[in-house]
């Protein structure tokens, strides 16, 4: 069955420090990948993209995300969190046309 | 309309009793989805609808759980006999199938179930 795994429920930084979220899935098939996001008290949205070509994707408010096949990885990546980046992350696998969704990553800056 | 529309968006109810949940797709969206998000649970996928296609309803909890779709647009999830491990808020979204569109999906704000 499609699964996705992210490593770390609830992440806590300081603002400036680098961030990385880990993500990975289990799916046998061509993959499309996504990392959402969902700020408080706000709907779900959409952080970044994976469809093919680069696996290197750059998203909103400097994010990205690199997609190692070989490690069935998409980790999420941004250099320097602000306080604003507070907010729970979610890594999602397009499997066979559904969407499917990681546990969800809360990230916390303090200022 | 502009987004997914949800309704209600808070429904308070007692164990055993059905509850229907309303989602308003984006007008041209022929997917539509169901989820399910508890603390600590993230999003659990529930039922995915694609146009005419019979729709993939391999995440239901059991068969309490039932959701339709008319006329490819409007959908309603139905819960039969609530118990109370059935709190939680119900998200839907939807999108489009094609292009660089495709899969990316336009979530409603919810629609929070609590069963007491």
């Known amino acids: 069955a499609q699964s996705v795994s992210q490593h770390n429920h609830h992440v806590i930084l300081s603002e400036a420090a680098s961030l990385e979220l880990g993500c990975n899935y289990s799916y046998g098939g061509t993959v499309n990948l996504f990392w959402y996001v969902q700020y408080p008290g706000q709907h779900l949205q959409l952080l970044l993209k994976y469809f093919s070509g680069d696996p290197l994707v750059k998203g909103i408010k400097g994010f990205e995300a690199e997609f190692i096949k070989s490690k069935f990885s998409f980790n999420l990546r941004k250099p320097s969190v602000q306080w604003s980046d507070t907010a729970e992350y979610f890594c999602?696998?397009?499997?066979?046309?559904?969407?499917?969704f990681g546990q969800g990553t809360e990230l916390s800056v303090k200022p | 309309g502009a987004g997914v529309s949800q309704s209600p968006s808070n429904k308070v109810t007692e164990k055993g009793k059905d509850v229907e949940l309303r989602c308003d797709p984006i007008s041209g969206h022929t997917a539509l989805y169901w989820y399910r998000q508890s603390l600590g649970q993230g999003l659990e996928f529930l039922i995915y609808f694609q146009g005419n296609s019979a729709p993939d309803k391999s995440g239901l909890p059991s068969d309490r759980f039932s959701a339709e779709r008319t006329g490819g647009s409007v959908s309603t999830l139905t819960i039969q006999r609530t118990q109370q491990e059935d709190s939680a808020v119900y998200l839907c979204?939807?999108?489009?199938?094609?292009?660089?569109?495709?899969?990316?999906?336009?979530f409603g704000a919810g629609s929070r179930l609590t069963v007491l």
């Open positions: 979204a939807s999108s489009t199938q094609a292009g660089s569109g495709a899969n990316v999906l336009t």
């Open positions: 999602a696998v397009n499997a066979g046309g559904k969407l499917i």
